[in-house]
T-cell receptor, first 113, second 110 residues
Framework: DAGVIQSPRHEVTEMGQEVTLRCKPI?????LFWYRQTMMRGLELLIY????????DSGMPEDRFSAKMPNASFSTLKIQPSEPRDSAVYFC???????????FGDGTRLSIL | DAKTTQPPSMDCAEGRAANLPCNHS???????VYWYRQIHSQGPQYIIH???NNETNEMASLIITEDRKSSTLILPHATLRDTAVYYC???????????FGQGTELSVKP
């Protein structure tokens, strides 16, 4: 079975550019999570959706970050404009609603120069 | 903030049991103990969870003390591929966010 699919796997861009990260959750899962991992802060939740509706976005660092889930099989995390401190690995995870067993993708390694 | 405390690192000899401790002294009655691991350059992977009874699956065993203030994850025969960061998380099993602490970096050595 296909797991959580993230794209791209690696992204290198210059500061000020718009960055869009993509995630396809496991089919049938109706909760989706975006996490960010850095050496300094570890693994932290940015936002999560239930049935395509954002439930908790308290982890989104600032207005430069936005996330959407237009349908059950696709989500995006956008950074505009990007800054060097946004460099991190971004993970997407999905689960059944009400379940705490989350399935993670392999992440997107983002470098902002 | 994470509600768990774990040692930052541990070593284990290949083929031996790896016992990873976790303290969660403020755990609530409706909270479960979850374990995930993260192998280098991969996303976290669910291992096992439990409420108060000991649990075992194909990957590991989970031993929870009677007062539920601590637990131990046991990998019965550690292999080199078990080298990873192991995270202990408490969660009410109602879905929602997982709060990851710093975890324990387990190194399995030949």
């Amino acid at each position: 079975d296909a797991g959580v699919i993230q794209s791209p796997r690696h992204e290198v861009t210059e500061m000020g550019q718009e960055v869009t990260l993509r995630c396809k959750p496991i089919s049938g899962h109706n909760s989706l999570f975006w996490y960010r991992q850095t050496m300094m802060r570890g693994l932290e939740l940015l936002i999560y959706f239930n049935n395509n509706v954002p439930i908790d976005d308290s982890g989104m660092p600032e207005d430069r970050f936005s996330a959407k889930m237009p349908n059950a099989s696709f989500s995006t995390l956008k950074i505009q404009p990007s800054e060097p401190r946004d460099s991190a690995v971004y993970f997407c995870a999905s689960s059944f609603t009400g379940a705490s067993t989350q399935h993670f993708g392999d992440g997107t390694r983002l470098s902002i120069l | 903030d994470a509600k768990t405390t774990q040692p930052p690192s541990m070593d284990c000899a290949e083929g031996r049991a790896a016992n990873l401790p976790c303290n969660h002294s403020t755990i609530s009655g409706n909270e479960y103990v979850y374990w995930y691991r993260q192998i280098h350059s991969q996303g976290p992977q669910y291992i096992i969870h439990g409420l108060k009874n000991n649990e075992t699956n194909e990957m590991a065993s989970l031993i929870i003390t009677e007062d539920r203030k601590s637990s131990t994850l046991i990998l019965p025969h550690a292999t080199l591929r078990d080298t990873a960061v192991y995270y202990c998380i408490v969660n009410d099993n109602q879905g929602g966010k997982l709060i990851f602490g710093q975890g324990t970096e387990l190194s399995v050595k030949p």
